[in-house]
């Protein structure tokens, strides 16, 4: 049951760099509508399957569909907007992305309760029909490129095997299983061989999936990097903060929803401002240091507090969700206006597997706090199990005061994360700009 959820996330984080690779190379639309067909059939193919087994296997597909979306319409926007308008349609996009978060899990839930579990996913046909037909006629016209440089073939398996076994470990321990475990060390001593292994052929590739020259870029560097300490608190917190409040703090699961909302509404509201400030000639630099310090401030706010307090954790999740919000539309015109028009897909793409990946590492690293406090006999039945599952195990076992310590040391963790955060935002530039167009 896990993998439903795992799986979809790591096929998604290995497709992202090699679709905006493929749309460098062959253009945006071809690849969008590749990656819209393949979401589609494997929509269906989810609805109809007969065994967990095959739901799971219809899964992966979907995030091979679903890894290459929000990358080619962020480089899309790169390639038809003037920079000084692409923060406000970056926002638009991000105002879309948090509303789809907020719906979609009320919307499935429905569904389940009133028809099928099947209806999930045929709730996504007409959505990805729409979408195809759409963006055919929006973007049918632009350039269809085909180069004729080979692709790297060896280049791509090689990032693929060091995200996916990096993902599968911080999964594992995002889930509860212990830091030290053989099965979680040797998934990241594999990462870590894949990853030299990567950098030596991207540097004698003819044209690398992930140019070198990408982090050889100041600006790209630091900007994946805020954005994913800025991912790190904000996917913590989503994972963590609602078990705080249920186990702790004495909020119902029904609560939940209502007391989460200042965090989910202060991301489209951060990104809006973004946007808004960006046209403006307000600069990236501050964008990313003002938003990094709020989210960081929040996640300090929230280890402090009593966890039954009301209005300080309202604030505290308004201002973590706000300072995302900031940082998602500044980050990402940042990169795409650091690079040549060539490689605006792979830097973006870029942007994305640093989100990803920081998210990952986020839950990874606060669930691993909150399980240190906690004793070994409680963290027994819990290993393996998806982390809402696991606390259901510690609720019964472990100590109250044990519990309390391990969210606090949670988001300490989460606030050391920003400070470093917030660091590498003042250390931007404002770049030479690569295309003002």
């Not at 269906?44 to 899964?59: C, H, N, V």
């Not at 990853?195 to 020259?213: G, K, N, S, T, Y």
């Not at 870029?350 to 606060?366: D, E, K």
Request: aromatic share 8%; hydrophobic share 55%.
């Amino acid at each position: 049951m896990p993998w439903l959820i795992s799986g979809y996330l790591v096929v998604a984080t290995v497709a992202t760099p090699i679709y905006g690779k493929l749309s460098d190379l062959y253009g945006r639309w071809p690849m969008l509508s590749t990656a819209i067909g393949i979401y589609l059939f494997a929509s269906l193919a989810s609805a109809a399957a007969q065994t967990m087994p095959q739901l799971l296997g219809f899964r992966l597909l979907q995030g091979l569909g679903g890894g290459g979306l929000i990358v080619l319409v962020q480089s899309i926007i790169a390639d038809i907007v003037p920079r000084q308008q692409r923060g406000r349609y970056q926002a638009y996009l991000s105002g879309v992305f948090a509303v789809a978060a907020i719906i979609g899990p009320v919307v499935g839930g429905l569904l389940t309760e009133h028809l099928s579990w099947r209806a999930v996913y045929l709730f996504n046909v007409p959505l990805a029909i729409a979408a195809w037909l759409i963006t055919r006629r929006g973007l049918a016209r632009l350039p269809r490129l085909s180069r004729d440089k080979p692709i790297d073939y060896l280049g791509a398996l090689l990032l693929g095997a060091t995200l996916t076994t990096m993902m599968l470990a911080l999964a594992r321990i995002g889930r509860g299983a212990p830091l030290f475990e053989p099965t979680s060390l040797s998934l990241l001593a594999i990462a870590i061989v894949a990853l030299l292994a990567l950098q030596w052929r991207e540097r004698r590739a003819a044209d690398p999936i992930l140019p070198p020259e990408l982090f050889r870029n100041r600006t790209v560097v630091l900007c994946c990097a805020v954005l994913g300490v800025d991912f790190m608190i904000m996917y913590g917190c989503i994972v963590t903060v609602p078990l705080a409040l249920q186990m702790v703090g004495g909020v119902s699961a029904g609560e939940m929803a209502v007391v989460m909302l200042p965090f989910t509404l202060g991301v489209p509201v951060g990104s809006y401002y973004s946007g808004k400030l960006m046209q403006h000639a307000a600069r990236e630099r501050v964008l990313l240091s003002t938003g990094t310090a709020m989210t960081t401030l929040g996640a300090l706010i929230i280890a402090l507090i009593d966890y039954q307090s009301g209005w300080p954790l309202f604030v505290a999740l308004l201002m973590t969700g706000t300072g995302v919000g900031l940082c998602i539309p500044a980050s990402v015109v940042a990169v795409q206006a650091a690079v040549q028009p060539a490689q605006i897909g792979i830097a973006t793409a870029t942007s994305g597997m640093a989100r990803t990946l920081g998210g990952a590492l986020g839950i990874a690293l606060m669930s691993a706090m909150l399980f240190a406090a906690i004793s070994a006999e409680a963290l027994t039945p819990a290993a393996g199990a998806l982390l809402p599952a696991a606390s259901q195990s510690l609720l019964g076992q472990a100590d109250p005061a044990d519990l309390e310590n391990g969210f606090r040391a949670a988001f300490w963790s989460a606030t050391v994360a920003g400070v470093i955060g917030i660091a590498l935002a003042l250390q931007l530039r404002r770049p030479a700009r690569a295309t003002l167009a």
